[in-house]
């Protein structure tokens, strides 16, 4: 199995910037596809970005291209999602998940999944 730590959430005001991480660990990684998704409050749960472990293609959602960053780092099996001017509906639970198919943004597609860091972003 794959398990996934996610750390880095927090208590921030509009424009501030957070980095999240997203350790994981278990098998290897190389096949698979790796996500951050958020959930805010009465809403779905949403993809936010998606990196493949193997190449580093990345993947955004249209409300975060331009201020979200994901990037991964080999040697420490970490994925990264830089978040820039931050606004209030970026408030969520960010969750990191690890995906062996081939649907990048289906989160029914992930297999594994991390517990989860609380973002908040006060107006």
């Known amino acids: 199995q794959v398990q996934l730590v996610e750390s880095g959430g927090g208590l921030v005001q509009v424009g501030d910037s957070l980095r999240l991480s997203c350790a994981a660990s278990?098998?290897?990684?190389?096949?698979?596809?790796i996500g951050w998704f958020r959930q805010a409050p009465g809403k779905e749960r949403e993809i936010v970005a998606s990196?493949?472990?193997?190449?580093?293609?990345?993947y955004y959602r249209d409300s975060v291209k331009g201020r979200f960053t994901i990037s991964r780092d080999n040697v420490q099996n970490t994925v990264y999602l830089q978040m820039n001017s931050l606004k209030p509906e970026d408030t969520a639970v960010y969750y990191c998940?690890?995906?062996?198919?081939?649907?990048?943004?289906?989160?029914?597609?992930?297999?594994?999944w991390g517990q989860g860091t609380q973002v908040t972003v006060s107006s």
């Open positions: 998940a690890a995906n062996s198919g081939s649907s990048w943004s289906s989160l029914h597609a992930y297999d594994y």
């Open positions: 278990g098998r290897t990684l190389s096949r698979y596809v």
């Open positions: 990196i493949t472990w193997s190449g580093g293609a990345r």
